[in-house]
Antibody, heavy 118, light 107 residues
Framework: QVHLQESGPGLVKPSETLSLKCSVS?????????WSWVRQSPSKGLEWIGE???????KDNPSLRSRLTISVDKSENHFSLKLTSVTAADTAVYYC???????????WGRGTLVTVSS | EIVLTQSPATLSLSPGERATLSCRAS??????LAWYQQRPGQAPRLLIF???NRATGIPARYSGSGSGTDFTLTITSLEPEDFAVYYC?????????FGGGTKVEIK
């Protein structure tokens, strides 16, 4: 059974970079799946951030595109998120999930709360 | 961007009652619509995919219907564990989007 686990700092200062990792266990990030990041905040609800395939092909939300990088590390079996120039509006619970444009979000991590504050 | 509008925002019902939740898309999503359940402190869980197919392990009291722009999630007889928030989501086009959610609460 595939499990996903998010990790990273829970507190990020405004204007800095938010970095999260999603570790994949019980399966391979190199399998024929897309892997996504989704965040949830009271103000915006559930918001898809972007997705990546093991080839490195990505697709992202235009609202975040200029600040976003999603990458995959096949040797370490994880994928990552970097969001630059964060503001309080980026405060949310961040989830990683298996799925994207081609398949539904059938497996989710437990989520990690990231707060943007000085 | 395809906007998904869910109604009602809150549904107050008693155990054993029938719940009917609606999701309307701003343009056709064909049948590429799913429903998720989220309990407090948990990640969303896939319930229904491709409009009407139950995900693995989902009880038969959950059913989905619709096409194009109008979709419905029905829970035929509410169990205590069904009181939660439900979201619809489309993968017909990028960016993938979610509805604002319907909270099913105990009356």
């Amino acid at each position: 059974q595939v499990h996903l686990q998010e990790s990273g700092p829970g507190l990020v200062k405004p204007s800095e970079t938010l970095s999260l990792k999603c570790s994949v266990s019980g399966g391979s990030v190199s399998s024929s799946n897309w892997w996504s990041w989704v965040r949830q905040s009271p103000s915006k609800g559930l918001e898809w951030i972007g997705e990546i395939y093991h080839s490195g092909t990505t697709k992202d939300n235009p609202s975040l595109r200029s600040r976003l990088t999603i990458s995959v590390d096949k040797s370490e079996n994880h994928f990552s998120l970097k969001l630059t120039s964060v503001t309080a509006a980026d405060t949310a619970v961040y989830y990683c999930a298996r799925g994207g444009i081609l398949t539904w979000f059938d497996i989710w991590g437990r989520g990690t709360l990231v707060t943007v504050s000085s | 961007e395809i906007v998904l509008t869910q109604s009602p925002a809150t549904l107050s019902l008693s155990p054993g009652e029938r719940a009917t939740l609606s999701c309307r898309a701003s343009q056709s999503v064909r049948n590429f619509l799913a429903w998720y359940q989220q309990r407090p402190g948990q990640a969303p869980r896939l319930l229904i995919f491709d409009t009407s197919n139950r995900a693995t392990g989902i009880p038969a009291r959950y059913s989905g219907s619709g096409s194009g722009t109008d979709f419905t999630l029905t829970i035929t007889s509410l169990e205590p564990e069904d009181f939660a928030v439900y979201y619809c989501q489309q993968r017909s086009a990028w960016p993938l989007t979610f509805g604002g959610g319907t909270k099913v609460e105990i009356k």
